[in-house]
């Protein structure tokens, strides 16, 4: 498939952040060319780019995505409430139909913000991932481990079902399979050490969760004398290729160790506001120590939406209230933490994160042609201050167009909304 782009705003995101007025051209899955000189080229696809900034697809490292049929059930909670009067009793009546709606949900909302690359985690994510391939969006899908039996099976066939996902993924070329114990606190120790047998066999990266709250890491600390990072390092899943999410409680000892060890942080600020953690990633030590970092909305029951420029906007503030200090994250790093820091989080920094000659064409395009976009003196400064995620108007993930002047190709938009809202109402009835 080829798609022509003509007469744009191009935010490239290489190495030297080169922005171009000019054309785009794209051929079997991969940008060819970005030229401020004008292409004559024929092309199945030929878009309008006039008042239009075309950028790198955003990067969603951390989230859950058949929870957004949970969107507003349960909010203004306290954790533990929360999980124990709301989120546990409903995800019990989870199936493989439950799941199919809530990812297409998921799938439809960051299809039209503007995300062309995910990182999930939850259980039935063999559902998930025929889901997210039908669709055409790109998703790195966690198999997750936990120590107690989960909608889909029991706990003891967790480790084989994990080893039979990973087989069947792992050579498609919109699907990345990964391993997703979720937590020191959920797996025990025997627990975590088949999730790193199993990464290692496969030569796939794990996610788990990570010093997300206070109490999470006094619990782990007094169970086994460590904290949660120290009992990752203690059982070897601390290493290159292991994404950890949230890390609001972790200290300067612990990301000189993450940093000697090629660990990456998924940064998910709303939702840990949201749910009041009290504790936030350390962002600006974790980038002076050379850890890659990347921006997650985390799950829509815990965020409500999953619109990274809404987790832009709120990651470049946060940090800047917290440090006194306006200076703190520029615009430019908040825009790298969501293209480039995503793609080398995930390790695919070497194909994805950037339009370039030769990388794969996943990009977005926003329709500038906004009152609160205008007048429009950076660009950069608008995508984390000003824009929103109902600015995207086309999303083109590995070279094909998902959504096309806000007209969606690969989902049916009133079905899913129909379904979506009916399931929901029955799973929380």
Partial sequence: MSILIKNSTILTQDDSRKKIHGDLYIDDHV?????????????????????????????????????????????????????????????????????????????????SSGT????????????????????????FLGF????????EFE?????????????????????????????????KPETLQNALDIATKHHVPLHI???ETRDEVYDVEKKYGVRPVGLLKKYGLLKNETILAHCGWITKNEILDMKNVGVSVAHCPVSNMKIATGGFAPVPELLDARVPVGLGT?????????????????????????????????AQTVVDLATR????????????????????????????????????????SHLVYAVRGTDVCTTIVNGAPLMLEKEFLTIDVEKTL???QKIALELTS
Wanted: aromatic share 8%; charged share 20%.
């Fill in 116 to 139: 062309t690359s995910y990182l999930d985690m939850y259980f039935f994510e063999e559902t998930i991932a025929k889901v997210t391939e039908k669709t055409g969006m790109r998703g």
């Fill in 418 to 420: 129909e379904q979506s």
């Fill in 209 to 211: 969760h990570c010093s």
């Fill in 298 to 330: 985390d799950g829509a029951a815990s965020n409500n939406t999953l619109d990274m420029f809404e987790t832009m906007k709120f990651c470049a503030l946060v940090h800047k209230n917290h440090r006194w200090d306006p200076t703190i994250l520029p």
């Fill in 31 to 111: 940008v060819v060319e970005c030229s401020e000189k004008p292409l004559s080229l024929e092309a199945e696809f030929k878009i309008d780019g006039t008042n239009r900034l075309v950028l790198p697809g955003l990067i969603n490292t951390h989230t859950h995505i058949p929870m957004t049929l949970f969107r507003g059930y349960g909010d203004d909670m306290l954790l533990q409430d929360w999980l124990a009067q709301r989120i546990w009793p409903v995800e019990a009546k989870l199936d493989k139909k439950t799941i199919e709606i809530g990812t297409q949900l998921g799938l439809l909302e960051m299809i």
């Fill in 155 to 187: 706990s003891k066939e967790l480790i084989s079902q994990a080893d039979q996902f990973i087989r069947r993924w792992r050579n498609n070329p919109l699907i990345s399979p990964l391993i997703a114990p979720h937590s020191t606190y959920s797996c």
């Fill in 341 to 380: 820091g995503g793609a080398t989080t995930l390790g695919v920094q070497h194909s994805l994160g950037s339009l370039e000659g030769g990388k794969t064409a996943d990009l977005i395009m926003i329709d500038l042609k906004k009152p609160h976009l205008t007048p429009l003196h950076d660009p950069v």
């Fill in 144 to 151: 997750a481990l936990i120590d107690f039996d989960t909608p």
